[in-house]
Structure formats: C-alpha cells, structure tokens
C-alpha cells in the first residue's frame, strides 16, 4: 500500500541537527494520520506521499519549516515575587493570555538572578535546522472512526 491521504502510517524515524547531534532518536515509532491532520511537519508529509514500506528518506527541515524562527520579543524578565520559591531554570509553566494579550503557551525558565527571572516562550527548537530521517515501516488503511476525528487510534495513537 502506498502513502495517501488517509492512511495511517508508521516510521521508524530519527531527527538530529545539521552538526549531526541527535534531537530525538526515535527510541519508539512516529504513527500519524496522512492526508493534512497535523500529526507531522508538512515539508514530511509531502516527501512521504506515495512512499511504500520499506522506502528511507532524509529531510532538511529550516526553522520555518519546523518549529519556527526565534523571536526574541517571546523572552522577557518578570519580577521573582510573582512565582513559587522552588522554581529551577529549565521548568516550564503556561501562560495564560490576559486582557486582550496574545500572549499565551509554554514558557521556560531560563535564569534566575536575584529578583527577576527570565522567562522564554519559544520553543526549544526554534530556529534551528532539523535533519529528519526515517523508514516506512508500516501503511495501512485508517478506520472511519481515525479519519473522523483527525488522528491515529490504538497503538502508539491516541486512546479515548
């Protein structure tokens, strides 16, 4: 069976950074719905169309194309008093959006000096380059019930 939309399809996968340091080593399948659900980068979705199991492919995905450019106006230094006493750099907290702001996601905790600390929302992976590599290990056709709700069921997709 090939890559279309509305397969469910299964990778064995590893992602690095343009040095070669490894992101993420895929110690576990990537399973995701093909067809536009969101469930993997665009740029591989695209690449993976009409692909078989058994087919390898390496991707170079830019920052845009992946978890965006640094935006430094996400980084921004809050007074201390405004968060708990056992707060360590690398925590990571939401934060809602207050009157009116857009201001909302994941922030993290990146210095603590004295009476301020420095909080930033974007992604730990932005603005890098990211090397994806993977194989087709599985394709198979998704179910009603998948395609209804946008994503893969059962094993190493989601459970309701």
């Known amino acids: 069976m090939l890559i279309a939309r509305n397969t469910v399809v299964t990778l064995k996968y590893r992602v690095r950074d343009t040095d070669g340091d490894a992101i993420d080593e895929g110690n576990n399948p990537l399973v995701y719905l093909h067809g536009g659900y969101g469930g993997i980068f665009d740029r591989i979705e695209e690449e993976l169309q009409g692909k078989a199991t058994g087919d390898s492919l390496e991707v170079r995905l830019e920052p845009e194309e992946a978890f965006g450019e640094y935006d430094a106006d996400l980084v921004a230094i809050e007074p ?19 009157d009116g702001e857009s201001e909302d996601g994941l922030f993290t905790i990146t210095d603590i000096a004295d009476d301020k600390v420095v909080v930033d929302g974007n992604h730990p992976l932005a603005g890098v380059s990211l090397v994806f590599a993977c194989t087709v290990a599985n394709v198979r056709a998704a179910t009603q019930e998948e395609i209804t709700h946008g994503h893969v069921h059962g094993e190493h997709g989601h459970h309701h």
């Open 80 to 98: 201390r008093q405004l968060f708990p006493d056992n707060i360590e750099v690398g925590m990571q907290f939401e934060r809602g959006a207050e």
